[in-house]
């Protein structure tokens, strides 16, 4: 039974049928796509000063740009083997997609606000907003992870685990990097709450990388 990530979706123990894409998939597909739409648009109104600006324009753009990608990937996986019928997966995916259209908003203010304060307060915000993000991701994971609801083969439910509590940790760490002193701090002139937000694609394509089977959920 070989599953597929990245939309492709999940075989079903039982059954090679894949059923009909729900509604709120293409929903999500859509605002996943504004948002980066959004977010590449949201630069232009004010030009670049000097070069250090734009360098920093294209490097939030490019981790917004790899952050959704990822959260997309990992997103339409799980949907293709959650139940949207459920309320609490309604509720959830409702907040999630709330939370990733909020992801241009927030990361341009970080660079492109008007004070300081303003900065500091988008970054605090956005770090919660990646925290909900994972937290919401690593819950879908342990709705499928428990066996009890049989949605996937037993192996594949180790794997859903692992990766609920991956998430659930860099979801701890991204709220952790809330507090003031990471706002404060700096390494090479950047704060260290902005370098901890790499944590997530780090962890996710550094895994895909040596050990794909851990992010692609296919079985040898």
Known sequence: MPPVAGGEGLERPGGNERRPRPRIESIADLIF???????????????????????????????????????????????????????????????LLLLVALIPYLLNNVVLGDSPEIKDYSSGLFALDLSGILLILAFFAHIISVEENRMVAPDLAKLFRSGRNRMAVLAALMAISFAPPFGQWTLLNVQLRILLWTAPLISYWLGRALRPQSRTYKLS
Do not use: C, E, H, Q
Not at 62 to 76: E, G, R, S, V
């Open 33 to 95: 796509g504004l948002s980066l739409a959004i977010d590449s648009i949201a630069l232009l109104p004010t030009s670049a000063t000097k070069p250090g600006d734009m360098n920093s324009r294209i490097l939030i753009f490019a981790f917004a740009f790899l952050f959704m990608i990822t959260a997309w990937l990992i997103y339409t996986t799980y949907m293709s083997v959650l139940p949207t019928d459920s309320l609490t997966v309604t509720f959830l995916n409702v907040a």
